[in-house]
């Protein structure tokens, strides 16, 4: 069964929300990119195709407290840049995407201000200790198995809504402060 579908970009944001849905239910297997993990839980790795990006397996952090990171991996076929600019989320007061930086040797994570570069024929990932989408002021906490809607601006390509499924990560991951410590630095 095929995993790619190919979008407009205007005009299918409610169709892609439920695409997924029905990939969940397929299992593992021949992902791009990330699919060493997908043995005995069934996490498909959705794929998205918005102009000349590509979006490969979404998923986002359960937590017990109204705080979750997204993360992804984002290709760029194309021969021009792109940018990701904007992220929203419904159940989400505020969304910025964030990236990880260290000084005087803590890291802290800090909104990219100007958006995250997908370079021409290159991609980014979007994961644990990286760059990621920081979901603030939730109306609850996610909890692993549900699944949520982010909508993803490109400067270039343009907006796509898709559907992530919430999972569980180790808590001791590199991720800065989505463990116990969240909270304080949710001010910046
Ligand atoms: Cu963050």
């Known amino acids: 069964m095929s995993r790619r579908f190919v979008l407009r970009p205007l005009g299918a944001l409610l169709v892609v929300a439920l695409v997924p849905l029905a990939l969940a239910a397929c299992g593992g297997g021949d992902s791009e990119g990330n699919g060493d993990e997908s043995e005995a839980t069934p996490t498909a790795a959705a794929t ?63 909104e990219m201000a100007h958006g995250l570069e997908i370079p021409p024929g290159g991609h ?19 909890q692993e198995g549900e699944t949520i809607e982010v909508t993803l601006r490109f400067e270039r390509a343009g907006e796509i809504t898709i559907a992530v499924p919430v999972r569980s990560y180790d808590t001791e991951s590199t991720d800065s402060g989505m463990g116990s410590g969240m909270g304080s630095g949710m001010n910046h």
């Open 124 to 142: 980014v990932e979007l994961k644990p200790g990286g760059y990621h989408i920081m979901l603030m002021d939730l109306e609850r906490p996610l």
């Open 48 to 110: 998205y195709t918005l102009g000349d990006i590509v979006i490969v397996g979404p998923a986002a952090r359960a937590n017990p407290n109204p705080v979750s990171s997204v993360y992804m991996h984002i290709e760029n076929r194309g021969s021009q840049a792109d940018r990701l600019v904007g992220v929203a989320c419904p159940l989400a007061g505020m969304a910025q995407i964030h990236e990880v930086v260290t000084e005087g040797g803590q890291s802290k994570m800090q």
